[in-house]
T-cell receptor, first 115, second 108 residues
Framework: GAGVSQTPSNKVTEKGKYVELRCDPI?????LYWYRQSLGQGPEFLIY????????DSGLPNDRFFAVRPEGSVSTLKIQRTERGDSAMYLC?????????????FGPGTRLTVL | QKEVEQNSGPLSVPEGAIASLNCTYS??????FFWYRQYSGKSPELIMS????GDKEDGRFTAQLNKASQYVSLLIRDSQPSDSATYLC????????FGAGTTVTVRA
């Protein structure tokens, strides 16, 4: 079946602009996660959705970052007033969200570059 | 201190040898553990999951978990050049916490 998809694959923007990154999870997966990965580091947690609600947004670095998942499927990560330090690979992962099965499968990522 | 620490590498092994990767974690609430493989410029790919103490084998991969020592390892047997990648250890406590990864190079 289809895996997690993310669009765009690459996004170049200017400092101060607004960007939206989209994630389409594996069909039927209720758990959806956003991570951010910088070069040479492991992915860092940003936010977790179980269904439509954000179960944990403690990883969002500041209030410029926001994410939604209005129908419990597709999610959008929104970044306002982008800064050069926001440049990274943004990864989305989905999982079945079942007790005893915490596996997460990653999409191809969106490479964000803020000039 | 990071929640998940991995041996820093890089690790270079000859083709056909065993590659051994180690990981420790600090959160005793972590419930399950995962190894991901990440090729350069690509996203992480799940290769092993382990939930209980002991060994779990899947093909050429063996994961080991010791919750008392808060230690996870991955063995890659009969290493192939296609195994050359960065291997990420992750601990799950309602979210994944990742180590920085260990880069493995398999020499032909």
């Amino acid at each position: 079946g289809a895996g997690v998809s993310q669009t765009p694959s690459n996004k170049v923007t200017e400092k101060g602009k607004y960007v939206e990154l989209r994630c389409d999870p594996i069909s039927g997966h209720t758990a959806l996660y956003w991570y951010r990965q910088s070069l040479g580091q492991g992915p860092e947690f940003l936010i977790y959705f179980q269904g439509t609600g954000a179960a944990d947004d403690s990883g969002l670095p500041n209030d410029r970052f926001f994410a939604v998942r209005p129908e419990g499927s597709v999610s959008t990560l929104k970044i306002q007033r982008t800064e050069r330090g926001d440049s990274a690979m943004y990864l989305c992962a989905s999982g079945p969200g079942l007790a005893g099965n915490n596996e997460q499968f990653f999409g191809p990522g969106t490479r964000l570059t803020v000039l | 201190q990071k929640e998940v620490e991995q041996n820093s590498g890089p690790l270079s092994v000859p083709e056909g040898a065993i590659a051994s990767l180690n990981c420790t974690y600090s959160d005793r609430g972590s419930q399950s553990f995962f190894w991901y493989r990440q090729y350069s410029g690509k996203s992480p790919e799940l290769i092993m999951s382990i939930y209980s103490n002991g060994d779990k084998e899947d093909g050429r991969f063996t994961a080991q978990l010791n919750k008392a020592s808060q230690y996870v390892s991955l063995l890659i047997r009969d290493s192939q050049p296609s195994d050359s990648a960065t291997y990420l250890c992750a601990a799950f406590d309602y979210k994944l916490s990742f180590g920085a990864g260990t880069t493995v190079t398999v020499r032909a």
